[in-house]
């Protein structure tokens, strides 16, 4: 069965940390993996990866994909209070119309 | 540029009552459309796809049900609400590609 799993499913840090979040999956025919942010309403999209390797960036954010160990990270270093927010990983199944998303990891950052 | 919007935002309805959701998209054509539905922490269950008008896709056998009677109108609807109802309704749509847009929400509490 494809799945889609986060970790850890919650955290707490204090502003200046540096958080690694993990998402590995099982999905049959693999060709992308989707970050998503969600504070209180709508995820917003993040990064898409298709390429081991290869890390996307975006600010203080950043993203990796290993297709051979079946894992991604998402970083954020110098953390702030606005990075508080569920982190949902997804991956597309075959055809584009499923998507299998992960439970998201919640972090929490103090001030 | 396109635009989700979801209505209601919020709402609150007994057990046994019926429920109209609705999602419209503006600024493209065509969308494929999604219905997920998210309890409290925990990660996105997709509920129902369509790739085109009449055409419904179902992923979770339950009271639900979805409709497309317009390009870009997406509705969800029961007959007969239940407890486990409850939850946070998310609509999103996609283009050709795998990054999913979604609408604000609907939060659904059901007594």
């Known amino acids: 069965e494809d799945k889609v799993v986060q970790s850890p499913l919650s955290l707490v840090v204090h502003e200046g940390d540096t958080v690694t979040l993990n998402c590995s999956y099982e999905?049959?025919?693999?060709?992308?993996l989707l970050w998503y942010k969600q504070e209180k309403k709508a995820p917003t999209f993040l990064f898409m990866l298709?390429?081991?390797?290869i890390e996307k960036k975006s600010g203080r954010l950043s993203s990796i994909l290993d297709k051979k160990e079946l894992f991604s990270i998402l970083n954020i270093t110098a953390t702030q209070t606005g990075d508080s927010a569920i982190y949902l990983c997804?991956?597309?199944?075959?055809?584009?119309?499923?998507?299998?998303f992960g439970a998201g990891t919640r972090l929490f950052v103090k001030a | 540029s396109q635009t989700i919007h979801q209505w209601p935002a919020t709402l609150v309805q007994p057990v046994g009552s019926p429920l109209s959701l609705e999602c419209t998209v503006e600024?493209?054509?065509?969308?494929?459309l999604y219905w997920y539905r998210q309890a409290a922490g925990r990660g996105l269950q997709l509920l129902f796809y369509?790739?085109?008008?009449?055409?419904i896709s179902s992923e979770v056998p339950q009271n639900l049900s979805a409709s497309r009677p317009q390009d870009r109108q997406f509705i969800l609807s029961s007959k007969k609400l239940l407890l486990s109802d409850s939850g946070f309704y998310l609509c999103a749509w996609t283009a050709s590609g795998e990054t999913q847009y979604f609408g604000p929400g609907t939060r659904l509490l059901v007594l």
């Open positions: 997804a991956v597309p199944k075959t055809g584009g119309f499923k998507t299998i």
């Open positions: 999905v049959t025919n693999f060709r992308s």
């Open positions: 369509s790739v085109g008008i009449g055409q």
């Open positions: 298709t390429s081991s390797g």
């Open positions: 600024g493209t054509s065509n969308p494929n």
